[in-house]
């Protein structure tokens, strides 16, 4: 069975791989893009995003610009992670199709409206910005919403703070809205993605692909290996956000399970912080669940054989 979603993302080299991943899987339907000022501006990430639609020669698949700064905050961007561009490192291709000209909270709930009850699930692998103006312009969807799948947070982990993990520091409020609404949400946080390292095992398999994809995953990888070694210190580059893809390509490869989550808005030191309750079983009416732990072998050969598809 097909799972159409909606991606809103901010590329991002991580969110880049997510998109072709997605692309390439049978079993994901993209019906669209939506973008959120995050790893960069709005306008680059938005660029980003049609240029890699046009790389894929995908460009059917439509985007829709959405917040250029969080609910309550300015905009943080991670120039250090994925350079001035969002994408640094890489050559995309001129679009040569125009954004729609609906905004992304507006296009959410269209989409959700038109689609049947329970078929569409939203993935954010970006701030959550967009999510929650959508579900506070149309509480509606909550219900009509299949389920929400985030790569933000994490149990033990932060990174942009000790605390906080990026996409949920940028804009906490929002991420609030999102996670205490009573639809199904899956946080895949750092816990899982920091398994998801693009090891040069990884970028040699995906050298031999030899198709333009092919090549841009390597390249996006080269330059994420050295922000991330210099920035942080990691010796091989956790790639995150596919792991939300992975996630529903294949429930195996992420295991999740159910527990309560709350997000810190004021934390002196812990803003953006997700407060994971792992004390004892989830009561029965927990709506959130969190992922624990990644299959990295068989993540990484999804990942490539989708993108060998395209
Ligand atoms: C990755 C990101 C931001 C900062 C760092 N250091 C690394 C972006 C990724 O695109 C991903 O969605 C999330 N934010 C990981 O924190
Ligand atoms: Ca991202």
Redesign the pocket.
Known sequence: MTRRIILD???????AVAIMFALGSPDIELAAITTVG??QTIDKVTRNARGILALCGREEVPVYRGAERPLLRQVET?P???GETGLDGVELPIPTVAERPQRAAQAIVEIVRESEPGSITLVG??PLTNLALAVRLEPAIVSRVREVVI??GGIYEG??TAAA???IW?DPEAARIVFDEPWRVTMVG?DV?HRALATSDVVDQAARINTPTGKFFVDLMRFFRV??RE??GFADP?V??PCTIAYLVDPAVVVTKAAPVAVETRGELTAGATVVDLRAPAPANCNTRVATQLDRERFWELVLDAIARL
């Open positions: 993302c901010d590329p991002g080299h991580d969110d995050g790893n991670a250090s992670i994925h692998t970006g790569m933000g990174n942009w993990e990026f996409n940028v750092l993605t922000s991330n920035a942080f956790p995150h956000d």
